[in-house]
């Protein structure tokens, strides 16, 4: 009952910045909050509750605000260096004629108008174009980086699409250099390319650096809820920026958004992502179709997938569930298309000798 209830705070709590009342909210003792926080903080989402917290008068249980006061401080330090790094990777990467974009983190936060410090970062995130992988590569070797041999293998290369650079000098932010943009497992856009196609041009510390434009932000972001709920992992700040982004499109921006989408062929991914919208931030954005769980399950699935009591679908079936579906036969040659990659990124991973660090990354 502790993690049913804990969710259904953060829940509440969070959809009271799209302008719902906080009202309902449990009375709170020490060890609920306490469960609030930490559900909140795997979540990313400690900054807004803790404001949210503060709001209605419940205070921080004294023996774990050392914790959340030294979370909040590394969160300020660890960004502001990941911010460095942006800057100095995208020098070298422009000096070095790769197109490419800083993605993620408080790169995105600065796009999205968001607070830069909401969320604590451990890397920095690049996508470049599949053909200048290689090369991108290179030319962050050539700054003091490296790729350790446990990422060095085709099931990251090829299958992930990323390679994880370590710095020589370990006081500097490690980099996930990306050519794709969706894991195995989950539906892919049709045209990975076309994610560098509207470059946004953003100012980190007096520099210009590139991110990703609106439309492929929103994609993007659609596709990290998707990913988080497959591979198990807590996707409230993920829930919590499409919301946003959904909440700040007027009509117009919209129906171009979700023209996006159709033509990327993750339509089915998008009302998946909307349904956990609606579901954790009780946002009004229109008729939501049920996914085939109950929405109880599925915020246990977006806020505590470590649950032990959940009873989650498996990939496959979830799969099933998140291809596109305009006509029978198309799900049919969709899901089969997915799942022999999903199959063949496992064969992969399995005799390549990185099955210590499991099916899911980050």
């Given at each position: 009952m502790t993690e049913v209830a804990?969710?259904?705070?953060?829940?509440?709590?969070?959809?009271?910045e799209f302008g719902r009342e906080l009202n309902g909210i449990p009375s709170l003792d020490a060890d609920l909050t306490r469960d609030v926080i930490r559900v909140a903080q795997n979540n990313k989402l400690l900054k807004p509750v803790l404001k949210r917290l503060e709001a209605v008068g419940v205070p921080v249980p004294g023996d774990v605000q050392p914790d959340v006061a030294t979370y909040l401080g590394k969160t300020m330090k660890n960004n502001a260096r990941a911010l460095a790094a942006v800057r100095e990777v995208a020098?070298?990467?422009?000096?070095?004629?790769?197109?490419h974009v800083a993605f993620k983190g408080p790169v995105r936060q600065i796009a999205l108008k968001q607070d830069v410090f909401e969320r604590p970062v451990t890397d920095v995130d690049i996508l470049v174009k599949e053909d200048d992988f290689g090369r991108a590569t290179e030319a962050l070797e050539?700054?003091?980086?490296?790729?350790?041999?446990?990422c060095d293998s085709p099931w990251w290369r090829h299958y992930l699409g990323e390679h994880?650079?370590?710095?020589?000098?370990r006081r500097r932010f490690a980099v996930d250099?990306?050519?794709?943009?969706?894991?195995?497992?989950c539906p892919r856009p049709r045209h990975q390319g076309a994610m560098l196609d509207d470059p946004r041009?953003?100012?980190?510390?007096?520099?210009?650096?590139?991110?990703?434009?609106?439309?492929?932000?929103?994609?993007?972001?659609?596709?990290s809820v998707v990913k988080g709920l497959v591979n198990h992992e807590p996707t409230g700040a993920h829930v919590m920026d499409l919301a946003r982004q959904l909440h700040a499109a007027d009509e117009r921006q919209l129906a171009d958004l979700e023209r996006a989408v159709k033509e990327q062929g993750i339509e089915k991914s998008y009302a998946v992502a909307r349904r956990a919208v609606m579901v954790m931030t009780g946002l009004d954005i229109g008729p939501t179709r049920p996914w085939f769980i109950s929405d109880e399950l599925l915020l246990a699935m977006l806020l505590?997938?470590?649950?032990?009591?959940?009873?989650?679908?498996q990939r496959r079936r979830m799969l099933w569930h998140l291809v596109d579906d305009e006509t029978p036969l198309a799900r049919i040659s969709n899901f089969a298309r997915e799942f022999a990659w999903m199959a063949a990124?496992?064969?992969?991973?399995?005799?390549?000798?990185?099955?210590?660090?499991?099916?899911?990354?980050?």
């Open positions: 804990a969710r259904g705070v953060v829940a509440q709590l969070v959809r009271s020098k070298t990467l422009s000096d070095a004629g790769v197109e050539g700054i003091g980086y490296y790729v350790p041999s446990i994880h650079l370590f710095a020589n000098d250099l990306h050519h794709r943009t969706q894991q195995p497992s041009w953003i100012d980190v510390g007096g520099q210009q650096v590139a991110t990703l434009g609106t439309t492929s932000t929103f994609l993007h972001t659609i596709m505590t997938p470590d649950d032990p009591a959940l009873r989650v679908p990124a496992e064969f992969s991973r399995r005799t390549h000798d990185v099955s210590g660090l499991g099916a899911q990354t980050k």
